[in-house]
């Protein structure tokens, strides 16, 4: 909602307080108290955490270009191919794209916003561009799962007769009932659901439609505390797709009420694959913190991947204050889940493991020196709602978004949104190719930490990269102690002297 | 995302899902540019974060368990005073009676509703006794000169139920010592004067606190140019050491932190780093607020703000330690900080994310590892005198 009078007079005397005192006061987090005098609830925020540094511009990419200099060179070729599964899953997802969306499910993002990703994945599915999509922990769509005839065999033809009853309502709430419903439900790019602590779904379907499965532990917004869709953004709608009471909020468990360790990770893990017949990869999803023990616990379960997502990771509702102080960055985390991953394969033969992050990676460059640092694959969430229009007020708590992403449905435009996303698509993918061609790469998956350097101390030591200057982490500690040998005794002389 | 990078970000989006041709610069060389600019705005404090729980460790639900907030004050034969929420209202802002009034109101409907929050006051209190339903604690300081029989006499007019003692010098240690034998609630010692010396003979006196105000200290010329993270560190640090060579560890005098810790991530952190208690002063200043509103004097709308606001910051406190995977607010230790600031590494001796040792253990690891390689020459003090140097001291 927006700020009330009240709320705002409220903010304009503690800030006036604070000045008259000449007290600190932290005014990023002045609205925080305010909203907390006004109804004593814990204040949400959406977005990512405000995190002063992920590290993201103090590397580099030695000698590489977004944009060729020369007007007629050309990258096309370059390999972009991402594979996911193949580990213990039967099926696999082949993707010509290294990134994809990220989960942000139907009640967190509005109509207009899921149909407009769905119809912008399917139009650069025609061209040719495979990209992957996860619903996010809400459940999914209609037309995302039921969109061919093999999968309405999986749900009774009752079932099946309510789910399109169910899309017909959704489309007239939304006034979007002129939509072509052949386009609609057809869906061309793989699918990825996701089974939460919140377990919004209603039958295996669920399960069974989508291409691969990401078990979510946590995520980096707010790690620790289960998924939260507040109240008012809960419709009739939204409740009845997660089969939950409306305008109430949605807390979902702070973890899996049968997930409290690695074995019990290791048993829904099969039971997800007897449900699936072995043939859907599984990915397991956590927020960057414990890293290393989270991967090796994901790499000696049965999934095919394993997901991190950053200290910036997005989230339509978080409680505000927790959001902006637990986790770590998506950078450093990417060391200890690259290092799990060797320790591992050390003494195992290596297989189709993948590792995926998430988490303040918007643009080509990221996604490279994600790649570059070990990712095989990248998440984007926020990236795609700036694409439709994003304002970043960060209210996507709130039934009201100015861009009408995550509220005010009817000031969306659709088409306008689908065009936003593609050219992302297309304009990403084309800057990767650029830098892995002008590194003189085939594949965007022969970057490596070698093609980065850091322009600063703390980088080159977490990252283990070389200084702009071709300076080591360690030469630079090496001159340090030096130096400081020297000024000791230095210090130690004159005082001799002085004696 | 960083507050001034994120219209950077938005740009370079848009520019993209406009035209979908490549661009010519990234977002991270535009961010580059101005990022000389941005550091002049350094607050540690946002550097440091918390580790959540995970798959290794589960998190627990506030919303469906029980989180204990908690915290006794007072060791051996003291009263015992336990805050539910482990605040207390402190801090270096002058109040009006209004103010006072609805700050006691408020506090008072939070003990009844079992959540009891302190309070320290200095100067002349008109909360009674018997009307008054949170622990009181008098500020009391020995610049005054005053004999402690007078001090004891000022606690008990108000009926404080404990004490603060502002420490000088040397000589404070004997009104510690008088009042310690007369007066049988909690007595708290406010050390900012001296820190970080004379820990060890406050604490032979048996006072049940050590209080703490970082904005004091970080003023101060020992302190200069450090930050509240080292002032914690230390204190926590010299408790500690002393408990060590005690055997009664299981009794230990508390750790209040004052100073500019005025949000619940704040409070977390500061628990982290070692406070027991932490001073808080944003009551005071939303009850000072209404001095600028339509009703200045409408104290009992005053009250409820006070009272709304804390209900609130309880709620975000229980939420902190469950999802580090705690039951208990007091269980977040500093093994669950980490920084992405080699000065807030060395000032509060901070692991750094990602690597999960701090700056100097590093660099300590490389130091052996050139002394074995024999790439550097080296004696012992060398080396100690070296890593003093690096951090700062």
């Known amino acids: 909602m927006p700020y009330s009078k009240d709320v705002l007079d409220l903010k304009r005397h503690i800030l006036k307080a604070a000045e008259t005192s000449r007290s600190y006061f932290d005014l990023n987090k002045l609205i925080v108290d305010v909203r907390k005098v006004n109804d004593s609830e814990v204040p949400y925020s959406g977005l990512g955490a405000r995190s002063p540094n992920d590290y993201f511009p103090s ?77 996010g922990e809400g459940g999914a769509l209609p037309w995302e799962l039921y969109g061919s005839e093999e999968s309405c065999s999986n749900v009774s033809k009752k079932r099946h007769e309510s789910i399109l009853d169910y899309a017909d309502r959704l489309l007239k709430e939304h006034n979007l009932e002129s939509i072509d419903r052949d386009l609609l439900f057809s869906r061309l790019y793989p699918l990825v659901t996701q089974y939460a602590s919140g377990r919004f779904w209603k039958d295996p379907s669920y399960l069974l439609n989508a291409d691969a499965i990401e078990i979510k532990i946590g995520q980096g917004a707010k790690i620790g505390h289960g998924g939260l869709l507040p109240g008012p953004k809960v419709t009739d709608l939204v409740a009845e797709n997660r089969g939950i009471p409306s305008y109430k909020a949605a807390h979902s468990p702070s973890r899996h009420l049968d997930i409290l360790g690695p074995e019990d990770l290791v048993a829904k893990i099969l039971e997800l694959r007897e449900i699936t017949d072995w043939k859907s990869p599984i990915i397991v999803k956590v927020g960057c913190s414990h890293v290393y023990d989270d991967i090796e616990i994901i790499l000696k379960s049965y999934a095919d991947a394993a997901s991190i997502d950053g200290f910036v990771g997005g989230t339509g509702a978080a409680p505000w204050e927790l959001r902006d102080i637990i986790g770590i960055n998506t950078v450093p985390s990417l060391i200890p889940s690259r290092k ?19 988490g303040s990676v918007w643009d080509s460059e990221r996604i490279a020196k994600c ?49 936003g996303i593609v050219n992302y698509v297309k304009g990403t993918l084309s800057e990767l190719k650029n830098i892995a061609g002008s590194l003189g790469r ?58 | ?38 550091l002049r705005a350094i607050n540690l404090w946002d550097y440091v974060t918390l580790i959540g729980a995970q798959l290794s460790r589960p998190a627990y639900d506030p919303y469906r368990e029980t989180i204990n907030l908690d915290i006794s004050i007072g060791i051996g ?57 949170y622990p009181l604690f008098k500020k009391i300081s020995s610049i005054s000169e005053n004999h402690p ?87 926590r640090n010299a408790l500690n050491s002393y408990y060590k060579s005690k055997d009664e560890s299981s009794d230990n005098a508390i750790l209040v932190i004052a100073g500019d810790v005025n949000s619940t991530g704040k409070i977390a952190k500061v628990a982290a780093l070692g406070a027991d208690i932490i001073g808080y002063s944003t009551s005071i200043l939303i ?66 994310e990602g690597i999960d040792k701090t700056y100097l253990d590093t660099i300590g690891e490389l130091i052996d590892e050139f002394l074995s390689n024999k790439e550097l020459n080296m004696t012992y003090s060398e080396v100690r005198d070296v890593l003093k140097s690096i951090g700062g001291e």
Do not use: W
């Open chain 1, 59 to 135: 590397i580099k990419i030695i000698g590489s270009e977004i944009k060729p200099k020369e007007n007629d060179v050309s990258y096309n070729d370059i390999d972009t191919t991402f594979i996911l599964g193949g580990r213990y899953s039967s099926n696999v997802i082949s993707t010509n794209v290294p990134f994809f969306v990220s989960g942000m499910s139907y009640g967190s993002l509005k109509l207009p916003a899921k149909i407009a990703l769905h119809l912008a994945l399917n139009k650069l599915a025609k061209e040719g561009i495979n990209m992957i999509m996860n619903t």
């Open chain 1, 340 to 358: 799990a991953i060797e320790d591992y394969y050390s003494i195992t033969a290596k297989d189709e493991f993948k590792l995926i992050v998430h």
């Open chain 1, 371 to 419: 790649i570059a640092l070990g990712a095989n694959g990248v998440g984007i969430g926020t990236g795609f709602l700036l694409s439709m229009g994003c304002t970043l007020v960060q209210d996507c708590y709130t039934n009201v978004c100015p861009a009408g992403l995550t509220g005010s449905y009817e000031k969306l435009d659709i088409e306008q949104s689908v065009t």
């Open chain 1, 442 to 499: 085939k594949s965007i998956n022969d970057l490596r930490k070698d093609d980065l350097v850091a322009t600063d101390e703390l980088s080159s030591m977490l990252c283990g990269l070389m200084l702009e200057d071709g300076v080591t982490f360690k030469d630079l500690v090496k001159e340090k102690v030096k130096k400081a040998i020297d000024s000791r005794n230095r210090r130690i002389n004159e005082r001799l002297e002085n004696k």
């Open chain 2, 1 to 38: 995302m960083n507050d001034s990078d994120k219209f950077m970000i938005r740009r370079a989006v848009l520019e993209l899902a406009k035209t979908g041709i490549p661009r010519s610069a990234s977002m991270d060389d535009n961010i580059r540019k101005t990022r000389d600019i941005n």
């Open chain 2, 77 to 133: 034969k003291s009263r015992k005073i336990v805050l539910n929420i482990p605040l207390i209202i402190y801090g270096s802002i002058d109040m009006d009676s209004y103010s006072l009034d609805s700050l006691h109101l408020a506090l008072n409907r939070l003990a009844e509703q079992g959540q009891v929050v302190g309070i320290i006051l200095e100067g002349e209190i008109n909360t009674k006794k018997d009307k008054r339903k």
């Open chain 2, 149 to 235: 029989g007078d001090l004891l006499g000022e606690c008990n007019e108000f009926c404080a139920d404990g004490l603060v003692f502002e420490y000088k010098d040397d000589s404070s240690v004997d009104i510690i010592r008088d009042l310690r034998e007369q007066f049988d609630g909690p007595i708290l010692v406010d050390v900012s004067n001296v820190f970080p010396s004379s820990f060890n003979s406050i604490l032979d006196l048996k006072t049940d606190g050590i209080l703490v105000d970082t904005e004091k200290i970080t003023k101060s010329s020992r302190y200069n140019g450090k930050h509240a993270i080292k002032v914690i560190c230390d204190a």
């Open chain 2, 287 to 352: 009850a000072n607020s209404y001095i600028y509103s339509e009703k200045p004097y409408d104290v009992i709308s005053i009250a409820e703000s006070v009272y709304r606001h804390m209900i609130g910051t309880k709620e975000e406190l229980r939420g902190i330690p469950a999802a580090l995977g705690y039951s208990d607010f007091h269980n977040i230790s500093p093994s669950d900080l980490r920084t992405s600031s080699i000065d807030a590494s060395l000032q509060g001796n901070i692991p750094l």
